[in-house]
């Protein structure tokens, strides 16, 4: 990759308008990155998600600074940096107990993989702007001159509501491909439409995900699954035709995007993604499941968490039936949570609906936390003191053993060994020798 070193002079501002909103303590490191840029004869501004953020009065994740500055200057300024894309012109800076991401202004090469420019440019704000994706993302704020810089027509699409690619729509999508399901993201997230020629764009391009690395398309996918609007994102994705694109192999009928729009619409605010995503695939078997898990490379704790969801994902639709043992093994369950969460979503559909929920409440708080997991009274070393060859045997025993100590029918060791007795005697009778020698 080659890229420019020289700075460019500054290019006169289209439009500029004045920011008088104050701005949230969050921002004082990227403010005191600006200004410390500027005293060294540097022009530095607030840029891209930040900017629009503050713009609709929200809150930003976080803050990001845009610098003719380059990589090697930003660290000669700044005592504590890392260069995590110097080839791209980003630098972490450490300011405020943050590390903020210091760019330089650039404008980009060809796109040959459909993820990155085979070379960079370093520029002026104005070509920095024209490279960005959409035009609510490519404003610029100077937080010292309280100054919105905006290149792009982005504060206009602001205040329409309107997700619009930056220049000519097609040629943003075939740059980067992900940008076609950061569009859906954006336009849920900010409840915005997507502009008509854009949405063309992106209907035509929608293919193109496929060419996209699974971590970043989940990526995406937690990001919209994991925010209110995830109903909404939802749609956009099957409106724009992306559901088939998410991951390899992706299949979906038309019930199934109906059913999992309307369970996705109510789920709780906040979830976590593998209960959204459960619900999304709750009708797949188990090995499909397990295939779209590592097709969009979710971390094994995840995969395991949204297959034993969609396993339970009816154990507390009647919460009076579920035995005793049962609920306690739900409740020893780090997902407890979510999967309560999932049944209530069903609980929705029922006329008894608040029964069921006070119910659930009381079978909970019925169980005394030290009495969910409590030790077992017979273990494995029993067995094997008892000359029990290791097998199927050992799961069979202890697992019948351990059913009936949480169901509480089942209290003593005494009475443990004497019913591990009569469980190693009928398997004997139905399998044959059980005993080592």
Partial sequence: MSRTRATVSYAPMSESFPFQAELPEAADGAVKIVRKLTAEGHHALLAGGCVRDLLLGLQPQDYDVATDAPPERICQIFRRTRKVGAQFGVVLVHERRKWIEVATFRSDGQYLDGRRPSEV?????RHDAERRDFTVNGMFLDPLKRTLIDYVGGRADLQARLIRAI??????????HLRLARAVRFAARLSFEIEPVTFAALKDHAPKLATVAAERVREELEKMLTHPTRRRAFDLLADCGLLPY????????AEQIAAGAVLLGRLPEQVSFPLAFAVLIVDRETKAVQEICR????SNEQRETIVWLIGHHT???DPVRISLAGLKRLLAHPALPDLRAWAETRYFEMPDEAQRREQLDRRVASVAPEAIRPPPLVTGDDLASHGVKP?????????????RQLDETLTTREAALRLMGDLLAKWREEHGEILDG
């Fill in 121 to 125: 440019h370093f520029c002026d704000a």
């Fill in 167 to 176: 220049g000519d729509p097609p040629a943003r999508f075939a740059e980067d």
């Fill in 246 to 253: 998410l991951w390899e192999g992706a299949a979906w009928q």
């Fill in 295 to 298: 097709a969009l490379t979710c």
């Fill in 315 to 317: 154990d507390l639709d």
């Fill in 391 to 403: 097998g199927p045997i050992y799961k069979h025993v202890l697992d019948a053993l351990y059913t």
